[in-house]
């Protein structure tokens, strides 16, 4: 990813004005783009073609920067907005730094930062293990979203690299009063590389804000091997949520501000204790210096689904095939296009945007531009 650089000059300024003079400040984003086409689109089994925000990484604004302190120890922050580039709204909920927000130091011992963060095993999945990079469309992106939850606000994290392991924990504050227990997070990832080979894993722990007895756990082990022009990459999700967060990212393509209006989006009975096991795998291959071809497969397997209003609606299996093809026209500038297909099979359906037509599957074709600076 290319960066511009600025260097604030404080010129006129007091001596606290000086000190902003030796921080280097970077501003980054992606602005990214697709057209696409989708069968089953509605409760009415309709089809659909339409503008979204991206198809593998959803669009962005940030800065980050770090200063200097002496002795090895830097400060360092960064601030991130989400936004969707086919309507200019704001994501992650309207907040103006909705991805990330947070400062933090950084020395030999490793990274501590506060603040809004990835989780670290959304971090591990996205930047090392996921064959999509936990992609932006809905659609592809269930078993791992759901799986990592992605970030959480007030966050104490660490990282670390131990030679060829590197490490990684948070601690979300609940913030309620009265209970340390209550709305906190605990997520961990633990990542080994021997040359071409990568093993990692984690273990998170969400409790609800609403009942301290109410829980989100979650396993993941992952792999990938680097073959030069190709790699290939797989991991393994074990899931015990009563808090209702999965059922929620499972359905996440059901988008109600396209008015789409189905079963799937009838909130989780809290309090039951839905199962899930899940894995993935899938492959990236260079083709040419400009052409990447990314293939892969997401299968999740769930039990005791229940829904307020529907009440238990037993077990279900969901996996999806996805291809990808990226060309870069420049090192900022890709034209992409994707395919994929989900298929649903029980309880699993209520989890598509279509549920409610009683179709059990959904097919989606796009094409798009990304630009990265």
């Not at 990314?294 to 969901?318: E, I, M, P, W």
């Amino acid at each position: 990813m290319k960066k511009s650089s600025m260097l604030l000059l404080a010129a006129g300024l007091s001596t606290g004005g000086a000190a902003f003079a030796q921080s280097n400040v970077t501003i980054y984003g992606i602005v990214d783009t697709s057209i696409h086409y989708l069968n089953n689109a509605n409760a009415n089994g309709d089809s659909n073609v339409r503008i979204d925000n991206g198809a593998i990484a959803n669009s962005r604004i940030g800065f980050k920067g770090t200063e200097d302190l002496g002795g090895g120890l830097k400060a360092m922050f960064q601030l991130e907005n989400g936004f969707s580039s086919d309507t200019g709204a704001m994501l992650q909920g309207g907040s103006l730094f909705g991805r990330q927000s947070w400062v933090g130091l950084q020395g030999s011992y490793g990274k501590v930062r506060v603040g809004r963060q990835n989780t670290p095993l959304f971090d591990l999945l996205a930047d090392h293990f996921d064959p999509l990079t936990v992609g932006n469309y809905a659609s592809n992106s269930w078993l791992p979203a759901a799986g990592t939850l992605i970030r959480s606000p007030n966050m104490l994290r660490y990282d670390g690299d131990f030679g060829p392991v590197s490490a990684a924990a948070s601690w979300a504050f609940g913030e309620t009063a009265g209970s340390v227990r209550t709305g906190s997070q605990f997520s961990s990832s633990l990542r080994y590389t021997a040359g071409a080979f990568s093993v990692g894993g984690g273990f998170q722990q969400t409790v609800s804000a609403t009942n301290s007895s109410y829980k989100d756990t979650v396993w993941n082990l992952s792999a990938s091997y680097d073959f030069g022009p190709a790699k290939i990459f797989g991991g393994w999700f074990n899931i015990k949520d009563t808090t209702g967060t999965t059922a929620a990212y499972m359905a996440a393509d059901s988008d109600v501000s396209k008015g789409w209006t189905t079963a799937s989006t009838v909130a989780a009975t809290t309090g039951n204790e839905r199962k899930d096991n899940g894995f993935f795998f899938g492959s990236s291959y260079k083709a040419t210096a400009a052409l990447t071809l990314t293939g892969a497969f997401y299968y999740d397997k769930s039990k005791n689904v229940s829904y307020t209003g529907l009440g238990n609606v037993g077990d279900g299996k969901r996996y999806a095939l996805v291809g990808w093809a990226d060309y870069a026209l420049s090192k900022r500038t890709q034209l992409y296009t994707t395919v994929d297909y989900n298929k649903a099979k029980d309880a699993a359906v209520y989890e598509l945007s279509n549920s409610a037509s009683g179709k059990n599957s959904m097919t989606t074709v796009g094409a798009g531009i990304r630009h990265i600076f």
